[in-house]
């Protein structure tokens, strides 16, 4: 019996739901709002989906955490988008005002779980639901550079023509400025990506992918990225249920792994049921390291924000 709740049935909580259930992984999708009537009437639309796509999971819409007891998994997207007018610490405090309140919600109800945050802005965000659960460190992970990745390599498949699924690419650090795309580690089929792409188009890529949430939302006007963010936190939730031990690029706890520590950082890890199973540790270029190691430093100052606003 395996259970996944997925705080916030906005766009990308119900589209993740919605991927997790279709795979069929587990037993009940528990989605949780506090509008009332909306993740009832969602859950009730994909269930109804189930004969035709051809899955058994079950998924249940409530406002009532009772409901979300006993979840292996809690992936919490409950928090507003920044409106018009609205500064960083503004958003700031007002998702951490949510966090704060979902994560003690489902820490009393569901003491195991693997805790996966993606409501932005995301560094601050999966430190404080860490802080707050009082797990261990493996047990609160963060979704960016799943997604920062997914976008780079859509970007390299478009300008090289190549099959998207023959691409690997791969960016640490953070969501954002603090991205660090690393070439090194990226291949187009079996090629090097520095032999597919000259160095200008490949920064090019870069720039896009770190600006890669800005271009969406342009387009959309209201609201932002959901199928390519959904994707990602559900491959997440999948390596954790199926203990898989997949290697993904995660937000993960550091401690000492390339010199760095006490700051939750995009790096390759391996997931399973306790969460970040592993850091991996892989060979970083001395430009690489370095952007890892500054990107660090900047997640740590923006943490420190938090204080301010927890008084
Ligand atoms: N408890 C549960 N749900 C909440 C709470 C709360 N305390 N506060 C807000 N919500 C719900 C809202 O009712 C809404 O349904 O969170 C949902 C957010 O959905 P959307 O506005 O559609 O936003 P979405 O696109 O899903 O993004 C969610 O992920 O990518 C980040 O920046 C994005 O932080 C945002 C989050």
Redesign the pocket.
């Known amino acids: 019996m395996s259970k996944v709740t997925v705080?916030?049935?906005?766009?990308?909580?119900?589209t993740t739901a919605q991927r997790i259930a279709e795979w069929d992984i587990v037993d009940e999708v528990v989605m949780?709002?506090?509008?009332e009537g909306?993740p009832q009437g969602l859950a009730l639309d994909m269930n109804q989906s189930r004969p035709v796509v051809g899955y058994r999971t079950l998924v249940t819409g409530t406002n009532d955490y009772a409901d979300t007891a006993g979840s292996d998994v809690v992936v919490i997207?409950?928090?507003?988008?920044?409106k018009p007018g609205m500064s960083r610490m503004d958003l700031l405090e007002v998702?951490a005002g949510?966090v704060k309140?979902?994560t003690e919600e489902i820490v009393a109800r569901s003491p195991d779980a693997v805790i996966i945050v993606?409501?932005?802005p995301l560094d601050q965000?999966v430190a404080l639901a860490a802080d707050v659960s009082g797990f261990p460190k493996h047990r609160v992970l963060g979704q960016a550079g799943m997604l920062d990745s997914a976008r780079f390599a859509h970007f390299i498949s478009e300008a090289t023509g190549h099959d998207v699924l023959d691409i690997t690419a791969v960016t640490l650090g953070s969501h954002g400025e603090t991205m660090v795309p690393v070439p090194s580690l990226c291949t187009v089929g079996d090629t090097p990506l520095s032999d597919a792409l000259d160095a200008a188009t490949i920064e090019e890529l870069v720039d896009r992918t770190r600006k890669g949430?800005a271009e969406i939302v342009a387009y959309l006007k209201t609201?932002?990225?959901?199928y390519a963010?959904s994707a990602a936190a559900a491959a997440m939730v999948k390596a954790v249920v199926e203990d898989s031990r997949a290697e993904m690029p995660v937000c993960a706890w550091m401690t000492g792994q390339y010199g760095i520590s006490d700051v939750y950082l995009g790096v390759m890890a391996k997931l399973g049921r306790n969460g970040v199973e592993e850091v991996a540790e892989v060979e970083l270029t001395e430009s690489e390291l370095a952007g890892l190691v500054e990107a660090a430093a900047a997640v740590k100052e923006k943490v420190a924000d938090l204080d301010q606003i927890q008084q």
């Open positions: 705080v916030g049935a906005g766009k990308y909580g119900s949780t709002d506090i509008v909306l997207t409950a928090g507003l988008p920044r998702n949510i309140a979902v993606v409501t932005n965000m949430g609201g932002s990225a959901y963010p």
